[in-house]
């Protein structure tokens, strides 16, 4: 996720959902790419301070970092080790890192195989 992308998804999570307030948003893969275990200074871990300024709910999925996001996470994030517990009630999901074999469906394009 580049920067860009970065800074204007919390304003496009609020276009489409009007406010985040008590807003579940799931973050899908904190580490920088796939395939790596370390979630330290990602953009995922910015986005997820971003939003619950903002007052959304974070829960954080990430398959292979997922039990190393618990230390560098905000206390009041969650991070589920289960995709579709991540995804449970969730008003929007942002996918951070490319993890296409483990989603199922092509980050590129955002569509089921």
């Given at each position: 996720?580049?920067?860009?992308?970065r800074e204007?998804?919390p304003e496009?999570?609020?276009s489409e959902?009007?406010?985040?307030?008590?807003?579940?948003?799931?973050l899908?893969?904190?580490s920088?790419k796939?395939?790596?275990d370390?979630?330290?200074?990602?953009?995922?871990?910015e986005?997820?301070?971003t939003?619950?300024?903002?007052?959304?709910r974070?829960?954080a999925?990430?398959?292979?970092a997922?039990k190393?996001?618990?230390?560098?996470l905000?206390?009041s994030?969650?991070?589920?080790?289960?995709?579709?517990e991540?995804?449970?009630?969730?008003?929007?999901?942002?996918?951070l890192?490319?993890?296409?074999?483990?989603?199922?469906?092509?980050?590129?394009?955002?569509?089921?195989?």
């Open positions: 996720m580049n920067r860009a992308q204007g998804a496009k999570l609020q959902l009007h406010t985040l307030r008590n807003r579940k948003i799931t899908l893969g904190l920088f796939p395939n790596t370390d979630p330290r200074g990602t953009p995922g871990l986005l997820a301070q939003l619950m300024r903002l007052g959304a974070v829960v999925y990430d398959p292979v997922g190393r996001t618990v230390r560098v905000p206390v994030a969650s991070t589920v080790l289960d995709p579709y991540a995804l449970r009630g969730a008003h929007a999901a942002v996918v890192t490319g993890w296409q074999q483990r989603y199922g469906f092509s980050t590129s394009t955002g569509t089921p195989p």
